[in-house]
């Protein structure tokens, strides 16, 4: 039985456009900026040291290049996430959230299940975006947020450590992602899982062993796959 429906944000309940076009564009162009603006915040500088440890260079060069690269790097997500909060605060930036996700969501919880977040952009960051989406703030919706701290997404102890976190069996929990590497190391891991494939975003898989979806509106947690 599902108790918990476990989500990806980027290309799941958002669009990837918004994250790819609209996103990681304000960071990089605010990215100097903001570290000349705050080099005294301690906060900052942690980052920074952690950057220093990665890779050597200047921080600047090396911190434009990750994010070029979509890199998936624990300092860079938490760096780009204070960059987005103020454009969240200053209007600049708002969130964007699929209808049918709001809406599935907010259904699911009504029924009683616990929604999560997973996502490789920092718990800062997720928070940001769904307290300020065309819909409103939504934070209402979701128990509990992971990031990359908890672990690579694409590894199965990661899915393993969340189910520990949460305290429910990976069985009883429903992981919903675009990715198919994500997709198969949460089943790995014991969860029920589902892909979604978002017209004009994702394609569909031949031959996929596990079930995909268009849109939320075809999944019902209760039966584990299509409506």
């Given at each position: 039985?599902?108790?918990?429906?476990?989500?990806?944000?980027?290309g799941?309940?958002s669009?990837?456009?918004?994250?790819?076009?609209?996103?990681?564009p304000?960071?990089k162009k605010?990215?100097?900026?903001?570290?000349?603006?705050?080099?005294?915040?301690?906060k900052?500088?942690?980052?920074?040291?952690?950057?220093?440890?990665?890779?050597?260079?200047?921080?600047?060069?090396?911190?434009?290049?990750?994010?070029?690269?979509?890199?998936?790097?624990?300092?860079?997500?938490?760096?780009?996430?204070?960059?987005?909060?103020?454009?969240?605060?200053?209007?600049?930036?708002?969130?964007?959230?699929?209808?049918?996700?709001?809406?599935?969501l907010?259904?699911?919880?009504?029924?009683g299940?616990?929604?999560?977040?997973?996502s490789?952009?920092?718990?800062?960051?997720?928070?940001?975006?769904?307290?300020?989406?065309?819909?409103g703030?939504?934070?209402?919706l979701?128990?509990?947020?992971f990031?990359?701290?908890?672990?690579?997404?694409?590894?199965?102890?990661?899915?393993?450590?969340?189910?520990?976190?949460?305290?429910?069996?990976?069985?009883?929990?429903?992981f919903?992602?675009?990715?198919?590497?994500?997709?198969?190391?949460?089943?790995?891991?014991?969860?029920?899982?589902?892909?979604?494939?978002?017209?004009?975003?994702?394609e569909?898989?031949?031959?996929?062993?596990?079930?995909?979806?268009r849109?939320?509106?075809?999944i019902?947690?209760?039966?584990?796959?299509?409506?």
């Amino acid at each position: 039985m599902i108790r918990i429906v476990l989500t990806d944000i980027e290309g799941t309940t958002s669009s990837l456009s918004f994250v790819k076009d609209v996103l990681f564009p304000y960071s990089k162009k605010k990215l100097a900026d903001f570290l000349s603006r705050h080099k005294e915040d301690p906060k900052v500088k942690a980052i920074l040291e952690e950057v220093r440890k990665i890779e050597e260079g200047d921080p600047v060069e090396v911190l434009t290049r990750w994010i070029e690269e979509d890199r998936k790097i624990t300092p860079l997500k938490e760096l780009q996430g204070l960059i987005w909060e103020e454009g969240y605060k200053s209007g600049e930036l708002k969130g964007h959230i699929y209808e049918d996700a709001y809406e599935k969501l907010k259904e699911w919880k009504e029924k009683g299940l616990k929604i999560y977040v997973y996502s490789s952009g920092s718990v800062k960051a997720q928070k940001l975006l769904f307290s300020h989406t065309q819909l409103g703030d939504i934070t209402h919706l979701f128990s509990g947020y992971f990031d990359t701290k908890i672990g690579n997404k694409k590894d199965p102890e990661s899915y393993r450590r969340i189910s520990e976190k949460v305290g429910v069996p990976p069985g009883g929990i429903l992981f919903l992602s675009d990715n198919p590497d994500e997709i198969k190391a949460a089943a790995e891991a014991g969860m029920k899982v589902i892909r979604v494939a978002r017209e004009g975003e994702n394609e569909i898989i031949e031959r996929f062993p596990y079930p995909q979806v268009r849109s939320f509106y075809e999944i019902d947690p209760f039966r584990h796959g299509r409506l």
